[in-house]
């Protein structure tokens, strides 16, 4: 059993920047695929970032290229998610994910362990 629990998440204006914090508990992390994803009312969950478990690879959404980053530290069991350039757009619920593979992948349904979210809100 995997346990993820974000933190970092609050209220930034728009332009700004924002580090999300996801730590993992369970001794495969370092070989586990993590991802973000992140959530408005009323919308699907929407892929952000993945970051592989082998070679710490990235994926990212188009819409966050260029300004989002993800990394992991493996001895800590945790990634980040360094975001900048901030717009009201990128207000949401931001959820980390673990799948026990090390393939990143974009797609939430191959993800089984999922955080509680953290509100990122974006000011104009």
């Known amino acids: 059993q995997v346990q993820l629990v974000e933190s970092g998440g609050g209220l930034v204006q728009a332009g700004g920047s924002m580090r999300l914090s996801c730590a993992a508990s369970?001794?495969?992390?370092?070989?586990?695929?993590m991802g973000w994803f992140r959530q408005v009312p009323g919308k699907e969950r929407e892929f952000v970032a993945s970051i592989s478990g082998s070679d710490s690879s990235e994926i990212y959404a188009d819409f966050v290229k260029g300004r989002f980053t993800m990394s992991r530290d493996n001895a800590k069991s945790t990634v980040y998610l360094q975001m900048s350039s901030l717009s009201p757009e990128d207000t949401a619920v931001y959820y980390c994910?673990?799948?026990?593979?090390?393939?990143?992948?974009?797609?939430?349904?191959?993800?089984?362990?999922w955080g509680q979210g953290t509100q990122v809100t974006v000011s104009s």
């Open positions: 994910a673990a799948r026990p593979h090390s393939l990143y992948s974009s797609s939430p349904s191959v993800y089984p362990y």
């Open positions: 369970g001794r495969t992390f370092s070989t586990s695929a």
